[in-house]
């Protein structure tokens, strides 16, 4: 997409800091890290969500993201993989990519949160609902 920051990122039209690239993912650090390494992994072919990802590219991008993965946990105490779909669930630049966010003990980020409670009759019907689109 030609607007796409990440698409100029992975065309090189925009310098980034690049850890690791192949044939067709890029992993570079991001602009705003929540910690030290934090790294986003982009397929090169455009696609706004995680859903619009072809095969291909979404079995290219999870091999990326297991590679760099494994490369953050000899680095740190633990690690956080994030991915966002739409501005709803915080996405905030429209091409798919996951967060890999190293941690340690005392960092001070935090996920935890209360968690609604659903009815066991809410609970049947969204199972229900799911597995008819998955038809």
């Known amino acids: 997409m030609a607007d796409c920051i990440f698409c100029k990122i992975a065309k090189r039209e925009i310098p980034s800091d690049v850890v690791y690239e192949d044939e067709s993912t890029l992993a570079f650090l991001?602009?705003?890290?929540?910690?030290l390494g934090h790294t986003l992994v982009i397929p090169k072919?455009?696609?706004?969500?995680?859903?619009k990802l072809n095969e291909k590219d979404l079995k290219s991008l999870i091999i990326t993201v297991q590679k760099i993965s494994k490369a953050i946990s000899k680095i740190s105490e633990g690690y956080n993989v994030l991915q966002n779909n739409k501005e709803v669930a915080g996405q905030i630049v429209h091409h798919a990519h996951f967060h890999i966010i190293p941690r340690k003990h005392g960092d001070g980020i935090h996920f935890n949160r209360p968690n609604p409670k659903f009815s066991?009759?809410?609970?049947?019907?969204?199972?229900?609902r799911i597995k008819t689109l998955l038809k």
């Open 120 to 128: 066991e009759k809410e609970t049947r019907q969204i199972i229900e």
């Open 30 to 35: 991001d602009i705003s890290p929540a910690s």
């Open 45 to 51: 072919a455009h696609a706004e969500t995680l859903e």
